[in-house]
């Protein structure tokens, strides 16, 4: 398969050297972290397997890709001074511009020349003696630190299924989540895409502009919603600019961490009128906000029916082959999947080129060397692209050989899906935190402002240990005990562990299906840990090389 990797410049390997912390990866996470370190007097050094900075936006340069989450919420809050100079050409981002505001955050805060790029860690061991962590790259580093922050990511692993005869296809096959950076010209050319997540719902409207033919192979369809994205206007940008920090701190309050405005009413007590009128107005609005058409939606599924059943109507409505209108109707629970956006997705069957396959009826049975055979017939292709995703939440982080106390895996902590206090500490591995790890509101958030929460609290507790002469930090295994209590009570109250997604694993083949993000919301998770810290940082051990400390 394809990869895009970045140049690989020629440099000796770091043997011996000693920081205060090293980071691993520098997506959004891991230059706010490296900045934060930075501001503390850290000492700080950070791995980057890409050639550049934007981690997932480094990656996933398919056709088509942006974010859905409001460009001018998605992007950090911290500094007010650039909130106030960067200007959002769109109401959602297009992937290229994104990554240009995280290389001009790297360039504004002077954070390259802490980062190594175009090398990937492989490699981490806690020092039980020196209560310090060393770490290993592919590129033959082996330095240590006493902090080993893990900014890896919750999508960056790309999920690439086994299909037989993979390797026999003669023409290229590329991932979403891994594209080229010279991108990829489908002129004329017949382009089968396996997937239809976001990735695929983005990609698929671009490529059918460009491919002589196209096929999509759905094994499971996908609620998706309009974007309506649109170029903003200065006077817009404005109208945000003016009072950003309010929008910033309504944001921070919410479960999802950004504003729109939200109807708390039960759908099952609306008459079915005024349903339909609040659907048709939120789907003309488009976006994600749409699930926030009614409060019950995500809790009954009485109530999920409803919303449903007016998306499915939706789809009947804009594409004309009635056979291909039922495939593309999902039948599972709204929202629970994590919900698409898109930009004339469900249009894009109505063109004569382009066509569904239903691999759920006739799964893939193999790559041939001229394209993809289905237990029905076969499908000539000149190029394959994956849109299958990722292993989410742990792979990138299971990809490292991690080793905390007395030599113990996470691989093997985590034989049985993710645990950890507050989706930032695994007990038996001391001193090493995650960034927005399962356990922790991330994905289900807007996730830029989950990163800043973690970061600045970590930064926090970094600056705490300094102050104190605390050598080792580690959480309670109670104190897991009753998160992971908490992180799957929160979770069973509502019907997203009902749907098989990526959220509970189910997406990859023998991975334990767990629920893995904490559903509870960023504003209530941000008052548990800001309790957490009132009551002397509770479910934390530390200890200090002088004397014994607190709890
Ligand atoms: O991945 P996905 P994605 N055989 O897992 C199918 C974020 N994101 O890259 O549903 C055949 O959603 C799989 O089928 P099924 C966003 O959070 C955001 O699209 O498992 N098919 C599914 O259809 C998103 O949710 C944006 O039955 C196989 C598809 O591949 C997350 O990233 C844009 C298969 C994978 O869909 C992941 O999105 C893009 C197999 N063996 C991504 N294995 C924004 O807009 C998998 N599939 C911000």
């Not at 020349?113 to 209560?131: G, K, S």
């Not at 939120?282 to 009954?300: H, I």
């Not at 239903?358 to 237990?375: L, M, Q, V």
């Not at 995650?434 to 970061?455: C, D, F, K, W, Y």
Request: one cysteine or more; charged letters at 25%.
């Amino acid at each position: 398969m394809t990869a895009a990797t970045g140049t690989r410049p020629d440099r000796p390997a770091e043997v011996g050297s000693v920081f205060d912390a090293i980071v691993v990866g520098a997506g959004f996470a891991g230059m706010y972290m490296l900045h934060r370190l930075r501001g503390l007097g850290f000492s700080a050094r950070v791995y980057e397997a890409g050639g550049g900075v934007g981690g997932t936006w480094y990656w996933n340069r398919y056709p088509g890709a942006r974010c859905d989450v409001e460009s001018m919420q998605y992007s950090f809050s911290f500094s007010e001074e650039l909130d106030q100079e960067w200007n959002w050409s769109e109401k959602y981002a297009p992937q290229s511009e994104i990554l240009s505001y995280a290389n001009h955050v790297a360039d504004r805060f002077d954070l390259r020349r802490h980062i190594v790029f175009d090398t990937r860690l492989t490699a981490a061991t806690f020092d039980e003696v020196e209560n310090c962590w060393r770490v290993e790259t592919d590129r033959g580093d082996k330095v240590s630190a006493k902090f080993c922050i893990m900014a890896v990511g919750c999508l960056s692993a790309p999920n690439r299924p086994h299909f037989k005869g993979l390797e026999d296809f003669q023409g290229p096959i590329y991932h979403t989540g891994e594209w080229p950076h010279e991108g990829v010209d489908f002129t004329g050319l017949r382009v089968g895409v396996i997937g239809t997540g976001s990735s695929a719902i983005q990609s698929i409207p671009i490529i059918a502009q460009q491919a002589s033919a196209l096929t999509v192979f759905q094994r499971t369809a996908t609620y998706s919603v309009p974007a309506w994205n649109e170029k903003l206007t200065p006077e817009y940008r404005q109208s945000i600019k003016a009072d950003y920090p309010a929008l910033r701190a309504k944001a921070r309050a919410r479960p999802t961490g950004f504003y729109f405005p939200f109807n708390m009413k039960s759908a099952l007590e609306a008459s079915p009128e005024e349903r339909e009128k609040q659907y048709e107005e939120a789907w003309a609005k488009g976006g994600l906000p749409f699930l926030g058409s009614f409060g019950d939606l995500l809790f009954e599924k009485s109530a999920n029916d409803t919303i449903a059943d007016f998306a499915r109507r939706k789809i009947r409505s804009i594409v004309k082959d009635p056979k291909t209108a039922e495939l593309l109707c999902p039948d599972n629970i709204f929202g629970c999947k994590r919900l698409c956006v898109d930009t004339g997705y469900f249009e894009t069957y109505n063109l004569p080129h382009v066509d569904l396959v239903n691999i759920r009826a006739t799964p893939i049975d193999k790559i041939t060397p001229e394209g993809i055979r289905t237990t029905d017939k076969d499908y000539p292709l000149d190029i394959i692209v994956f849109a299958t995703g990722f292993d989410a939440m742990t792979g990138s982080l299971l990809k490292i050989d991690i080793a905390g106390r007395d030599g113990v895996k996470l691989q093997d902590t985590w034989s049985a899906g993710p645990v950890n206090y507050l989706g930032l500490q695994v007990p038996g591995f001391p001193n090493m935190f995650t960034i927005t790890g399962p356990g922790s509101p991330s994905v289900l958030a807007n996730v830029i402002l989950a990163i800043e929460q973690h970061v600045e609290w970590l930064g926090d507790l970094l600056r705490h240990a300094q102050a104190q002469g605390i050598t080792e930090i580690e959480a309670h295994a109670t104190a897991q005990e009753s998160w992971m209590a908490g992180v799957r009570d929160s979770a069973d109250r509502t019907l997203y562990p009902r749907a098989n997604s990526w959220y509970t694993g189910s997406n990859v083949p023998g991975k334990p299906r767990v629920f893995m993000p904490y559903i509870g919301g960023v504003g209530r998770y941000r008052q548990i840990c800001e309790q957490m810290v009132a009551d002397g940082y509770k479910g934390f051990r530390f200890e200090a090389k002088t004397a014994a400390a607190a709890e």
